[in-house]
Every structure is written in structure tokens, then in C-alpha cells.
């Protein structure tokens, strides 16, 4: 193995490792308040990083001719599956692309002036207390 190729397995294998590590931290409470385990989530990680080592090493043993000539098929199926993807696919509730209004431009940006926030919840309890 030549240097080249030897950071071409190092450099993965090291930001899997940080990957892992970004994850326990990040997620230790979590998985103690929703699962009573600080290790769920880390060692759900690992069972996927370690599945994926796998595969780079399986992988790493073909020959490199067959998969040029397989590569059009691959991309082809590829393409197939995102537009089916796009086709068939599920939108969850609050994923609705709200980004643009009758008036263009991102309501994202904009305030809202009658709808949600703390403060029309507190307008709207207040004027409902009040006689008018």
C-alpha cells in the first residue's frame, strides 16, 4: 500500500471515529431522558460505522475495471430511485414548503403580524377577558 492510499483509508476511518464521538456527546442525555441509556444512540452509531467499515473493505477488493463498466448502470438505477423518491414520496406534517407567499419572497424573514408567538396568545387571552 502506497502512502497515498494509506490516507485514503486513515482519513475515513478517523473522521468515522469523531463522528462516533460527536454523537455519545450530543446525545448521552437524550438517550438516558427517552431510553433510560446514555449508550443507545452511541451504540447504535458504532453498529453503523462498523457496518460501513465493512462495506469500505469489501469494497476496496473490487476490481476496478468491472465497476467502471458497471458505473452507467449504477447512475442510471440511481436516478431511477430519486425520482421515485420525488414520486412516491412522504411529507410529514410542517414540511409543507411555506417559504413563499402570494407577494414573493421568503415569509420566513417577515413577522408574522396575526398569527402565532407568545405575544397575539397574551392579545388574544387579554381582549377575550375584557368586556368590549
Known amino acids: 500500500m502506497n502512502r ?10 478517523a473522521l468515522t ?10 446525545s448521552a442525555i437524550l438517550g438516558i431522558t427517552r431510553f433510560q441509556d446514555a449508550n443507545y444512540f452511541l451504540s ?10 465493512v462495506v469500505l473493505l469489501v469494497t476496496s477488493r473490487f ?11 449504477v ?12 414520486a412516491a414520496g ?4 410542517g414540511a409543507s414548503p411555506r417559504c413563499c407567499s402570494s407577494r414573493g419572497g421568503s415569509s420566513a424573514a417577515r413577522p408574522q403580524s396575526s398569527g402565532s408567538g407568545a405575544a397575539s ?7 377575550a377577558r375584557s368586556p368590549a
Open 44 to 53: 447504535r452509531q458504532l453498529f453503523r460505522a462498523a457496518l460501513g467499515i
Open 121 to 127: 396568545r397574551r392579545r388574544s387571552r387579554s381582549s
Open 17 to 26: 471515529a469523531m463522528g462516533v464521538i460527536m454523537v455519545y456527546s450530543s
Open 75 to 86: 447512475l442510471g438505477v440511481g436516478v431511477l430511485l430519486l425520482a421515485l423518491a420525488v
Open 90 to 93: 412522504h411529507v410529514s406534517p
Open 63 to 73: 476490481d476496478l475495471r468491472r465497476v467502471e463498466a458497471a458505473a452507467p448502470f
Open 4 to 13: 497515498g492510499d494509506r490516507w485514503l483509508l486513515v482519513l475515513p476511518l
